[in-house]
């Protein structure tokens, strides 16, 4: 059973920074893209960002890039997802994700895809 705990969450105001960790307890946690996404009150979940197992792929959703950066270190079981220039409607409880080895973009942007999620971190962004 592949255990995911996101952690990092909070409040920050808005044009602010915060950075969210997800730690994965997994023998092979390299094999695995990784995927964050979020969900706002009312809303479904959405995708943010993912990651290729090694960390040479990246993708994002169109309204963060240049903003979020998603990293990995496969050493530490650890994917990483930092957050720049943050704004009120980001606010949201934001989930990190596993998905199955043999999974590609843009696969890699539907909930479907990953096996494993974490129970949320809540980021809070004030105006």
């Known amino acids: 059973q592949v255990q995911v705990v996101e952690s990092g969450g909070g409040l920050v105001q808005a044009g602010g920074s915060l950075g969210l960790s997800c730690a994965v307890s997994?023998?092979?946690?390299?094999?695995?893209?990784m995927g964050w996404f979020r969900q706002a009150p009312g809303k479904e979940r959405g995708f943010v960002a993912a990651?290729?197992?090694?960390?040479?792929?990246?993708y994002y959703t169109d309204s963060v890039k240049g903003r979020f950066t998603i990293s990995r270190d496969n050493a530490k079981n650890t994917v990483y997802l930092q957050m720049n220039s943050l704004k009120p409607d980001e606010t949201a409880v934001y989930y990190c994700?596993?998905?199955?080895?043999?999974?590609?973009?843009?696969?890699?942007?539907?909930?479907?895809?990953?096996?494993?999620w974490g129970q949320g971190t809540q980021v809070t962004v004030s105006s």
């Open positions: 994700a596993v998905a199955p080895e043999q999974t590609w973009w843009p696969r890699l942007r539907q909930r479907s895809a990953y096996d494993y």
């Open positions: 990651i290729s197992r090694f960390g040479s792929d990246t």
């Open positions: 997994s023998r092979t946690f390299n094999v695995y893209p």
